[in-house]
């Protein structure tokens, strides 16, 4: 069982940055992917990027690629996401999730532990 936790979230202009994280209780990231996905008020949840532990392999949703970097910190069993050039449209929950395996799946039904989510708003 894992447990996962977010934190960074807020409040930023446009253009700004913010750093988001992930941290992992209950056991260590040794064989999983992590993604990161976002939900905004009255849309679907979507996959916004993901990272493969064992190699720290990535993949990105158009969308924010170039301007978004998932990376892994080993030692704290933690997976953090750095928000670049942030736009308005980036508002939403962002979502830290969890998945078993070395594929990174891009829906989220893929994904077995979810965290409880953090709130990111960006004003024009």
């Known amino acids: 069982q894992v447990q996962l936790e977010e934190s960074g979230g807020g409040l930023v202009q446009a253009g700004g940055s913010l750093r988001l994280s992930c941290a992992a209780s209950g056991r260590t990231f040794s064989n999983h992917v992590v993604g990161w996905f976002r939900q905004a008020p009255g849309k679907e949840r979507e996959f916004v990027a993901g990272?493969?532990?064992?190699?720290?392999?990535?993949y990105y949703a158009d969308s924010v690629k170039g301007r978004f970097t998932i990376f892994r910190d080993n030692g704290k069993n933690m997976v953090s996401l750095q928000m670049n050039s942030l736009k308005p449209e980036d508002t939403a929950v962002y979502y830290c999730a969890a998945r078993i395996g070395t594929v990174i799946k891009t829906t989220k039904d893929e994904y077995e532990y979810w965290g409880q989510g953090t709130q990111v708003t960006v004003s024009s």
């Open positions: 990272i493969r532990w064992s190699t720290g392999g990535t």
